[in-house]
C-alpha cells in the first residue's frame, strides 16, 4: 500500500491496513529473508523483537515450511524474569512458534536474564560477538519510542554489544538489551509497529526526534511496517 505520507527519516516505510496485515507481511519478509540467507553462506542469523507486537507473525512462522535446521535464533532484549514467567519475551516466542517447529536447540540463544541484568549482558556479549552479522534483526517500538530495552534518554555503551538496564520506564524495571552497536550490524532491519498507541512516537520519529528507534533505524537498512492506526497522525 502506498505510503507516500508516511516519511521515517532513513527507513523504507511500508502501510498496512491492520495488524493482521503486518504480521503476514512480517512473516513473509523473515521467511524470504532466510532463505536468502541460507543460499548465501548456509545459515539464517535471526535476532527476535520481545512485546507483543511480533506474536502474531510468530505464529504464522509456526506454519510455515522453512529449512529449519539452518535457523539461528537469539533475541534482542530480555526482561529479567524467572525464565518459567509469561512475561519473559524467550517464553512468547517459543509457546507460540520455535516449540512446534524443528529448530535445533543448540541454534536457539535466550539471554539468560534470569541471572540478573550485569550477569546476563556478560555472559550474552560472545555469543552476540560470534553470531554478528546478523541477516535480520525484528524490532517492535514503545509509545515513546524505545526499542528494544533502548529508552529514551539512556546512554547506550558503544564499547558493548549487550548491556544491563535498570529502571526501565516499561517493567519489568531490570532488563537485558542488545546495544545499538550489536542491533545495526545486520543485513536489514524489520521494525513493526501497530496500535493507536503507537501514534505519537511515530509522529515523532517523523519529525525527527532523536528516539531510540529512530537512532537504531539510521544504522542500518531498515524498513518499517506500520498500520494505519498507528500512522493515523500522519495520513
Ligand atoms: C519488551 C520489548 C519492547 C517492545 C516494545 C513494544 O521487552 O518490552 O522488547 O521493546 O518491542 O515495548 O511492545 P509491544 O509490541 O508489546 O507494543
Request: overall charge negative; some cysteine.
Amino acid at each position: 500500500m502506498a505510503s507516500d505520507d508516511v516519511v521515517l527519516p532513513g527507513t523504507e516505510v511500508v502501510l498496512f491496513d491492520d495488524k493482521a496485515a503486518v504480521a503476514q507481511a512480517a512473516a513473509d519478509t523473515i521467511l524470504a529473508a532466510a532463505d536468502a540467507a541460507i543460499a548465501r553462506h548456509g545459515r539464517f542469523r535471526l535476532c527476535l523483537a520481545g512485546g507483543t507486537t511480533p506474536t502474531a507473525a510468530y505464529a504464522l512462522l509456526a506454519d510455515a515450511d522453512a529449512d529449519w535446521s539452518r535457523w539461528w535464533i537469539y533475541h534482542g532484549d530480555e526482561r529479567c524474569l524467572p525464565i518459567t514467567d509469561p512475561e519473559r519475551n524467550s517464553l512468547a516466542a517459543d509457546q507460540v512458534w520455535l516449540n512446534r517447529v524443528p529448530v535445533l536447540p543448540g541454534q536457539v540463544f535466550a539471554i539468560p536474564a534470569e541471572l540478573g541484568a550485569e550477569a546476563a549482558a556478560d555472559a550474552y556479549e560472545p555469543l552476540v560477538a560470534a553470531a554478528l552479522p546478523f541477516d535480520l534483526v525484528l524490532l517492535g517500538m514503545g509509545e515513546d519510542g524505545h526499542t528494544a530495552s533502548l529508552f529514551p534518554g539512556r546512554k547506550v555503551p558503544a564499547d558493548r554489544l549487550a548491556m544491563p538496564v535498570h529502571e526501565a520506564p516499561k517493567p519489568p524495571p531490570d532488563r537485558v538489551s542488545l546495544t545499538t552497536r550489536a542491533l545495526s550490524q545486520s543485513e536489514q532491519l524489520l521494525i513493526l509497529v501497530t496500535g493507536s498507541g503507537k501514534a505519537d512516537a511515530i509522529r515523532g520519529w517523523s519529525a525527527g526526534e532523536p528516539l531510540p528507534v529512530a537512532q537504531v533505524a539510521t544504522a542500518a537498512q531498515s524498513r518499517v511496517l506500520v498500520d494505519r492506526a498507528a500512522a493515523a497522525g500522519l495520513i
